[in-house]
Nanobody, 114 residues
Framework: VQLQASGGGLVQPGGSLRLSCTAS????????MGWYRQAPGKQRELVAF???????NYEDSVEGRFTISRDNAQNTVYLQMNSQKPEDTAVYYC?????????WGQGTLVTVSS
């Protein structure tokens, strides 16, 4: 079953959005979970991930602005995005880390623009 990210939209520079993604219990409980993004004309990149134990890692460009979290009871992973910049504009996806090809969904579009 593909993972469906939600919560994207249009936001002004400096604004905030919160993305969410719910997985099956079997996927969620056994894997680190991550948020990936793909900007126009660029390759998809991993921007943040969270281990089953709660440890987190961030790509340098989002460190200090984005926060990833997981709700183990709800099998849901979140990405709180603050102080957004135009270069954050991309389609955002959630997946396991390392990613599992069968889980890629359509993603959710985040547009940062005034």
């Amino acid at each position: 079953v593909q993972l469906q990210a939600s919560g994207g939209g249009l936001v002004q520079p400096g604004g905030s959005l919160r993305l969410s993604c719910t997985a099956s219990r079997s996927i969620f409980s056994r894997n680190s979970m991550g948020w990936y993004r793909q900007a126009p004309g660029k390759q998809r990149e991993l921007v943040a991930f969270i281990r089953t134990g709660g440890g987190t890692n961030y790509e340098d460009s989002v460190e200090g602005r984005f926060t990833i979290s997981r709700d183990n009871a709800q099998n849901t992973v979140y990405l709180q995005m603050n102080s957004q910049k135009p270069e954050d504009t991309a389609v955002y996806y959630c997946n396991a880390v390392p990613s599992l090809s069968r889980l890629w969904g359509q993603g959710t579009l985040v547009t940062v623009s005034s």
